[in-house]
Every structure is written in structure tokens, then in C-alpha cells.
Antibody, heavy 120, light 106 residues
Framework: QVQLVESGGGEVQPGRSLRLSCVVS????????MHWVRQAPGKGLEWVAVISYDGSNKYYVDSVKGRFTISRDNSKNTLYLEMNSLRAEDTAVYYC?????????????WGQGTLVTVSS | DIQMTQSPSTLSASVGDRVTITCRAS??????LAWFQQKPGKAPKLLIYKASSLESGVPSRFSGSGSGTEFTLTISSLQPDDFATYYCQQYNSFWTFGQGTKVEIK
């Protein structure tokens, strides 16, 4: 069955960096785009970033452009989110999710999430 | 950017009630709309895609309709397991979520 497992979350000081990982199984990772979506405590869902199936296209929400980088290693079935210059407002549970297509579809499978807390 | 607006923000209902949640897009998104259910501490779960297509394994009491800028999610007979928060999301141009609708026990 399809599984997505995030890791790498934790507490970090403002201005520091963190890298999240999402290891997937149960499907051909290299055939699907992948997303990161976040949810601040008690708030709604916010789409963060997407990477196409082959890594050639990447898009970000304006609030993280220039600070976050999405990447993937298809040989390791792993999705990454490199987060730099972290701010208090980046505090959230971060979910990885599979796109139904190579890019531009709906999000059909989700991981359980990893909590990132930015605090001094 | 496309904005998504859900109404109501909170809905109080009883088991067996018919429930309707509305989602409006700031510009036409054709039928590129999905609906998700989320329970506390859990990941969102896909219910509906392409506005009205039921995801495999989702009970038939859930249905979606609409196109262009106005969409609805309907639960025909609310069950105890359905008390949750529901989100719409457009995928016509990038991806944007509505702010969510919490379905509470009346």
C-alpha cells in the first residue's frame, strides 16, 4: 500500500535551518509530482511547494520563496524540503503529499506529518 | 492568485442530517477542485476530486457538485464518523485551500 513517512522536524531557533525528508513506498515515486503542505497550530492547510516527477519544475508559495528548496532523489524514493532563514510563522506540521499526475493534479496520498517549531 | 472561500466556517448538525458546504473560487477553475476531510491530529483525507468524482473507498453519502466558481460538498446523512473539518482545494492554477469548515455535533 502507498505510504509516505516524513521526518526531520523539531524545534529550531529563528534564522536557523532544517531539512525535512519524506520517504515513500508502495508506488513508482519517479512517476509522480510531490508536494509539501503545512498547517500552523489550530489553523488551516497551506500549500507550500511542489516538484515535478523528474525534478525539472519546482514552484513555491510566495511566503517561502528564496528560503525553502524542494528536491527529490528518485533513486532513494525520497522527497526533501530544505528550510533556511526560518521564522516563527513557519511553525507548523509539514505534510508531504503525492500529486495524482506528473504535475498539476490533486493530492491523493498524504503522510502523517512532522512538526516544525521555530522559537527562541 | 486564486482565492478559495468556504462557508460556513462552522456547522452544527445532528446524526442523520443532510449537510452542505459551499466553496467559491475568486476566478473560474473549471472542475479542478478537490475536497478533503481532516480529523484532529490526522492528515487530510481525499474525498472528492474533479469537483464530483468520488475517491475510491469513500462512502457514497459524500458527493460533490459545481463548476466554474461555485462548488458544494454534500453529506446526505451525517454519520458519527463524519464530524471533522472539511477543506476544498483548487488545482487549476497552482494549489490553494479554502479556510476550512468544521462540522460539529449539535
Amino acid at each position: 500500500q502507498v505510504q509516505l513517512v516524513e521526518s526531520g522536524g523539531g524545534e529550531v531557533q529563528p534564522g536557523r535551518s532544517l531539512r525535512l525528508s519524506c520517504v515513500v513506498s508502495g508506488f513508482t515515486f519517479s512517476s509522480y509530482a510531490m508536494h509539501w503542505v503545512r498547517q500552523a497550530p489550530g489553523k488551516g492547510l497551506e500549500w507550500v511547494a511542489v516538484i515535478s516527477y523528474d525534478g525539472s519544475n519546482k514552484y513555491y508559495v510566495d511566503s517561502v520563496k528564496g528560503r525553502f528548496t524542494i528536491s527529490r532523489d528518485n533513486s532513494k524514493n525520497t522527497l526533501y524540503l530544505e528550510m533556511n532563514s526560518l521564522r516563527a510563522e513557519d511553525t507548523a506540521v509539514y505534510y508531504c503529499a503525492r500529486d495524482s499526475l506528473q504535475l498539476g493534479g490533486y493530492l491523493d496520498y498524504w503522510g502523517q506529518g512532522t512538526l516544525v517549531t521555530v522559537s527562541s | 492568485d486564486i482565492q478559495m472561500t468556504q462557508s460556513p466556517s462552522t456547522l452544527s448538525a445532528s446524526v442523520g442530517d443532510r449537510v452542505t458546504i459551499t466553496c467559491r473560487a475568486s476566478q473560474s477553475i473549471s472542475s479542478w477542485l478537490a475536497w478533503f476531510q481532516q480529523k484532529p491530529g490526522k492528515a487530510p483525507k481525499l474525498l472528492i476530486y474533479k469537483a464530483s468524482s468520488l475517491e475510491s473507498g469513500v462512502p457514497s453519502r459524500f458527493s460533490g457538485s459545481g463548476s466554474g466558481t461555485e462548488f458544494t460538498l454534500t453529506i446526505s446523512s451525517l454519520q458519527p464518523d463524519d464530524f471533522a473539518t472539511y477543506y476544498c482545494q483548487q488545482y487549476n492554477s497552482f494549489w490553494t485551500f479554502g479556510q476550512g469548515t468544521k462540522v460539529e455535533i449539535k
